[in-house]
């Protein structure tokens, strides 16, 4: 695959070619479960898919930052932030099978 990028389009021509649904209402499905994703993020749940990994929001305190150009102390604000934990499943797939042990 390389450098590719996959888009929504991509995933909607997807389920379009496999599950046989029309190309309007395959479009639809792809929408209504990133829009399902996102609206249990947004209210702070953890999206967990089994066999493929875990969005987890995390809520991050306010710290002195520094810029790097003038070495002055700046605060960052309280903010939440957005990580991903791939399952192990996922993990071994995109190594090909070979074990991880840098758990």
Do not use: H, W
Not at 12 to 37: F, M, P
Not at 65 to 76: F, L, S, Y
């Amino acid at each position: 695959m390389g450098e590719n990028t996959v888009t929504r389009a991509d995933l909607c021509e997807a389920v379009y070619q496999k599950v046989g649904l029309s190309r309007t209402e395959s479009a639809d499905l792809v929408e209504l479960v990133l829009s399902q994703i996102a609206d249990c993020l947004e209210s702070g749940e953890t999206v967990k898919l089994s066999s493929f990994g875990s969005f987890v929001v995390r809520e991050k305190g306010e710290r002195i930052g520094r810029n790097p150009k003038t070495g002055e102390e700046v605060p960052i604000a309280p903010r939440r932030v957005l990580v991903f934990k791939p399952s192990a499943v996922l993990k071994q797939r995109i190594n090909n099978g070979v074990d991880d042990e840098t758990d």
